[in-house]
Nanobody, 127 residues
Framework: QVQLVESGGGSVQAGGILRLSCAAS????????LAWFRQAPGREREGVAV???????TYADSMKGRFTISEDNAKNTLYLQMNSLTPEDTAMYYC?????????????????????WGQGTQVTVSS
């Protein structure tokens, strides 16, 4: 069974940085796409970044150049490096997975397309 466990969230000041981790298990990486989503109170869940089985990445426009999705296949771990954080980045951040060979383009930043989800890790950015 696919298991996704996020960690690394916390509280930081505006302008700070955080690195989120997602420990993944129960699937073959070559046949799955992985992603980060976030959801703030009162708002819809939104896509942050996607990485396909070949390592190709897609970012939401507001995150591009500021957030970086990456992975360590030897450790079965997905990462989200977040720089220059602002209070608008405050949200619950989720790791997600779906069985697919490709997931390129902003189309895949839509949450209904994703099958498996972690429990989330809270990020709070203060002024």
């Amino acid at each position: 069974q696919v298991q996704l466990v996020e960690s690394g969230g916390g509280s930081v000041q505006a302008g700070g940085i955080l690195r989120l981790s997602c420990a993944a298990s129960g699937f073959t990486r070559d046949y799955y796409c992985l992603a980060w989503f976030r959801q703030a109170p009162g708002r819809e869940r939104e896509g942050v970044a996607v990485i396909d089985p070949h390592g190709s990445t897609t970012y939401a426009d507001s995150m591009k150049g500021r957030f970086t999705i990456s992975e360590d296949n030897a450790k079965n771990t997905l990462y989200l490096q977040m720089n220059s954080l602002t209070p608008e980045d405050t949200a619950m951040y989720y790791c997600a997975a779906r069985s697919a060979l490709t997931c390129a383009g902003s189309y895949y930043l839509s949450s209904p397309l994703w099958t498996y989800w972690g429990q989330g890790t809270q990020v709070t950015v203060s002024s």
